[in-house]
T-cell receptor, first 114, second 112 residues
Framework: SAVISQKPSRDICQRGTSLTIQCQVD?????MFWYRQQPGQSLTLIAT?????????ESGFVIDKFPISRPNLTFSTLTVSNMSPEDSSIYLC???????????FGPGTRLTVT | DAKTTQPPSMDCAEGRAANLPCNHS???????VYWYRQIHSQGPQYIIH???NNETNEMASLIITEDRKSSTLILPHATLRDTAVYYC?????????????FGEGTQLTVNP
């Protein structure tokens, strides 16, 4: 398994501002993922972030709104730009590990936009 | 990735076995069945996965039917701490497999 930490754990932000969420893993991983979980709903994949290449975004998510950095094999950031109340969600990072392709998740960042 | 169908909710008495079903009738030959759970306000937790043989680990057992169109996750002695949303997901295995796509899952409530 992997130990994954996220910062901040929660934040309250004003409309129109941006927040950068950090994800740190205790081992080197090739594939990292960012998910969003809106209140009362399941997880939705935002993008896949591989080190050394541009992030791959899922339908409905764009780089201008959710820019991602992946500077090395243990770290990634997700920025939520020009926030609106609809961006209020839990944002989770995840890594792919193991021969069986198990995914492990961070504790999440709870974002509230007012 | 194949679509999965799970009941939206289930109840179980503490100390009894919890059997969570999942239908995946469109699963293809190289796709695995993965189970995750999400305890309230936490990130999802990997439980177990399998291809066609039954699997067991320290957390649970996974029973996959011979035709692979359905599976059951078994928590042998459920505790209150097992109350969570359980997700059954089908995808390819290994680092080349596609990413996890979460459905709505089953809300398991373990009652004292």
């Amino acid at each position: 398994s992997a130990v994954i930490s996220q910062k901040p754990s929660r934040d309250i932000c004003q409309r129109g501002t941006s927040l950068t969420i950090q994800c740190q893993v205790d081992s080197q991983v090739t594939m990292m993922f960012w998910y969003r979980q809106q209140p009362g709903q399941s997880l939705t994949l935002i993008a896949t972030a591989n080190q050394g290449s541009e992030a791959t975004y899922e339908s409905g998510f764009v780089i201008d709104k959710f820019p991602i950095s992946r500077p090395n094999l243990t770290f990634s950031t997700l920025t939520v730009s020009n926030m609106s109340p609809e961006d209020s969600s839990i944002y989770l990072c995840s890594v792919l590990l193991g021969q069986g392709g198990e995914q492990y998740f961070g504790p999440g960042t709870r974002l509230t936009v007012t | 990735d194949a679509k999965t169908t799970q009941p939206p909710s289930m109840d179980c008495a503490e100390g009894r076995a919890a059997n969570l079903p999942c239908n995946h009738s469109t699963i293809s030959g190289n796709e695995y069945v993965y189970w995750y759970r999400q305890i309230h306000s936490q990130g999802p937790q990997y439980i177990i996965h399998g291809l066609k043989n039954n699997e067991t680990n320290e957390m649970a057992s996974l029973i996959i039917t011979e035709d692979r169109k359905s599976s059951t996750l078994i928590l042998p002695h459920a505790t209150l701490r097992d109350t969570a949303v359980y997700y059954c997901i089908v995808r390819g295995a290994g680092t080349s497999g596609s990413r996890l796509t979460f459905g709505e899952g089953t809300q398991l409530t373990v009652n004292p």
